[in-house]
């Protein structure tokens, strides 16, 4: 396993520099790709990256729509679903355009970068690759899917309260954050941790090249696992936060 660079390594609260970068930067691709997309906008005949982005906008439109109880939560919910499918597509798909790293030989222990850590990890020291093969970062963004259909609940608390006479709900709020943010960090921190072991395959009888196949059939397998992860995040976010809207039970419009 590599050994991470942290900030405040010997804290509770330690920062894995390169998650926090890789999200930096994540967010700085999302920002340029939408703002040269709506650069120069044509209402009547968008093209190029521009006919793009409306596809995604109503993809999770539709997403929203098979989720959330009224057209309203839909148009509440569709900005910050649009967002997060984005942003997690972008995020998971970094670790498999390119995963950087160095090779340390000396300790840096202000960085949590000790002589045990980098025995342990061969003096492997990641530079660049996917924010969500770190299980923290995907778990912060679950508790923060939680605190928000909560919230979204506490709305109407009659409904609200009423919902845990069934001690199985409780159990479930439990568990949901942990499955939502494991199953993305799980499938790309496998996805990422293969390539790098199929890298490693020495040669067939010396000189054949059997990991060059392996390796494009795994990145294409990959890149249809990190797009759907992207996909399967954030329909459940929508899914959770619908179930708490309770004053807005209505049919679709």
Do not use: C
Not at 50 to 77: C, G, K, Y
Not at 229 to 248: E, N, P, R, W
């Amino acid at each position: 396993m590599p050994a991470f660079p942290y900030l405040f390594y010997n804290s509770f609260f330690r920062i894995n520099i390169v998650t926090i970068a890789m999200m930096i930067l994540t967010g700085l691709i999302v920002l340029i790709v939408l703002r040269l997309a709506q650069r120069n906008l044509d209402v009547r005949k968008p093209r190029g990256l521009q006919n793009l982005i409306e596809w995604a906008i109503d993809f999770t439109a539709n997403m929203a729509r098979d989720t959330m109880p009224s057209e309203r939560m839909v148009q509440w919910i569709l900005p910050l679903a649009f967002t997060m499918v984005i942003f997690l597509f972008v995020a998971n798909w970094l670790g498999i355009i390119a995963t950087i790293s160095i090779r340390l030989d000396h300790p840096i222990p202000w960085l949590g970068l000790t002589a045990s850590s980098l025995a342990l990890a061969h003096g492997e020291v990641p530079l660049f690759d996917s924010p969500t093969a770190n299980m923290s970062m995907t778990l912060g963004m679950a508790v923060m899917v939680w605190i928000l259909s909560h919230a979204q609940g506490l709305r109407h608390p009659r409904q609200y309260f009423r919902h845990y006479r069934n001690p199985m709900a409780i159990i479930e709020e439990i568990t949901n954050p942990l499955t939502h943010g494991m199953r993305l960090y799980g499938n790309i921190f496998a996805g990422e941790a293969l390539i790098g072991v199929i890298l490693t395959i020495p040669l067939l009888f010396g000189w054949v090249p059997i990991s060059i196949p392996l390796l494009l059939i795994w990145l294409l397998y990959s890149g249809f696992v990190s797009t759907i992860q992207a996909y399967v995040f954030t329909i459940l976010m929508t899914l959770y936060v619908g179930h708490k809207s309770y004053g807005d039970q209505t049919d679709h419009a």
